[in-house]
């Protein structure tokens, strides 16, 4: 029998809605520029194709409250559907993404700002400004027999009741069965994988004292407290 030297790390969960299970985290995939609109917000080209980053696992985080990171004077909000994968492999066909689905939460992507912009200026990686602690706040998880396939739905973002992202999911750039295919051709992706899907437009800075409320239409609101 194997030994540990260590003590082994604690597994990410999340909860899933109406049942006593959680979900275990493997790997969060992260899809920016998604959005056209929040592409252009940004000052970038909506014509250029999306691009992946990873968040580690324990960056993602249930207890409703986000602590305004160190290092950092500009964090922002961004509202994401986040997708569960129940399976999985390697080049996955469109047709067949919906497949390994578990389903779906609501997710913020919370990014420092000012060290993603150096990042981008300096053509470094961007995990500075994106792959902090608590950086993933996340709701619970309805499984897709519940939600459906997430085609569309009303997606808002309010910060001390004033609405500050108004979206919906059927203005992604690349769609979900896209997302699935095109990650799977580069990664052996499997059950416990997390797909944080982008951001509309309305992307912000927060403050200590911040009441953040997610909603996308059929799944639990997600409520953070920036601490």
């Not at 399976?87 to 000012?114: C, P, Q, W």
């Not at 982008?198 to 912000?204: E, I, K, N, S, Y």
Request: with cysteine; charged share 25%; glycine share 8%.
């Amino acid at each position: 029998m194997t030994k540990l030297a260590i003590p082994s790390p604690v597994i990410t969960t999340i909860p899933v809605h109406g049942s006593e299970e959680v979900f275990p985290v493997r790997r969060v995939y992260c899809i920016g520029k998604n959005y056209a609109d929040h592409i252009i917000e940004m000052g970038n080209d909506p014509k250029k194709s999306p691009i992946f980053f990873q968040k580690n696992t324990d960056n993602v985080d249930t207890s409703g409250k986000f602590p305004y990171p160190p290092q950092s004077s500009d964090v922002h909000h961004e509202l994401e559907l986040v997708i569960a994968l129940k399976s999985g492999r390697s080049n996955i066909s469109e047709a067949d993404a919906y497949k390994h689905i578990y389903g779906f939460a609501v997710g913020l992507d919370m990014t420092r700002r000012d060290l993603q912009t150096a990042a981008k200026k300096d053509g470094n990686p961007w995990e500075a400004g994106k792959a902090f602690e608590r950086s993933a706040p996340m709701g619970v998880l309805t499984k897709i027999e519940e939600s459906g396939n997430m085609d569309s739905g009303k997606t808002t973002l309010t910060v001390n009741g004033d609405v500050k992202q108004d979206g919906n999911l059927n203005q992604m750039i690349w769609k979900i069965p896209r997302m699935i295919a095109h990650l799977s051709t580069f990664y052996d992706i499997t059950a416990g994988d997390i797909i944080m899907t982008g951001t509309p437009a309305g992307v912000g800075p927060v403050v200590k004292g911040d009441k953040l409320i997610g909603t996308i239409d059929k799944l639990t609101s997600l409520e953070v407290i920036v601490v």
